[in-house]
């Protein structure tokens, strides 16, 4: 079982160095994702259209202020989940 | 031979990644502990974090936090300064949210587990539902697959 476990674990681990040669460099300013246009207008226009200067912040509760109200979501659910999981329970 | 060691060293972030993965992997599959494989799920969750904010890095960059975007002189943010790329910082902000919220629901179920079995050792649960009910074990399964 242990030896099942650790094939399947290294072949994993393979299939992701194998795809993972062509990612770009560590670092590289000229990767695709650096170099997408949202980027490049987040980074340029995110003060002048939110009023924040640090860029995740105004990306997290401006752009992106649904996703973050689903987040809030999660954490209710979960919460929630783990009253009703620990509750003291009457018998 | 030196071509193979640039290649490893220009993207030794995902070999360090990949490298933490396995252990987490390993750790999911093949323990039999309920919390160690909790322990093992939070090592690959972070290594998918680290991925992705190893994506975002850019060489001679700095954190995205325009330089000169407070105070009065708002206007005059510096424009030749390098930034790493904001986006995946935000998407693992969110994940990491998402992580914690799973890693307290999945403690809170073993805890549970713990009082209702007295033990958190796979093998123990599954034997003692044996015990209580038969009809869960597969030999039982495969037998009564049998008769009908």
């Known amino acids: 079982m242990k030896t099942l476990a650790l094939f399947v674990v290294i072949l994993a681990g393979a299939m992701l160095i194998y795809a993972g040669q062509d990612l770009p460099a560590f670092g590289d300013i000229n990767s695709p994702a650096y170099q997408h246009r949202m980027t490049q207008y987040f980074i340029e226009n995110s003060l002048s259209e939110s009023g924040v200067p640090n860029i995740v912040t105004a990306l997290l509760a401006n752009y992106r202020g649904y996703d973050t109200l689903g987040e809030t979501t999660v954490i209710f659910t979960a919460g929630m989940a783990v009253i009703l999981l620990l509750r003291r329970r009457e018998k | 031979m030196s071509g193979v060691l640039d290649i490893v060293y220009a993207e030794y972030n995902y070999w360090i990644y990949v490298t933490l993965m396995m252990i987490g992997f390993y750790a999911m599959i093949a323990k039999k502990n309920l919390i160690k494989k909790i322990i093992g799920a939070n090592i690959f969750q972070t290594a998918i974090f680290l991925f992705y904010i190893s994506l975002g890095e850019v060489e001679g960059g700095t954190a995205p936090i325009l330089v000169g975007g407070h105070g009065e002189h708002a206007a005059e943010v510096a424009h030749e300064v390098i930034y790493v790329n904001p986006l995946p910082h ?59």
């Open chain 2, 90 to 148: 935000v998407l693992i902000l969110t994940a990491i949210v998402v992580a914690v919220s799973t890693t307290a629901v999945a403690l809170a179920l073993v805890i549970r587990i713990y009082q209702e079995y007295g033990s958190i050792e796979e093998d123990v649960i599954l034997a003692a539902r044996r015990k209580l009910q038969p009809e869960f074990s597969e030999h039982a399964r495969l037998k009564g697959g049998e008769d009908e």
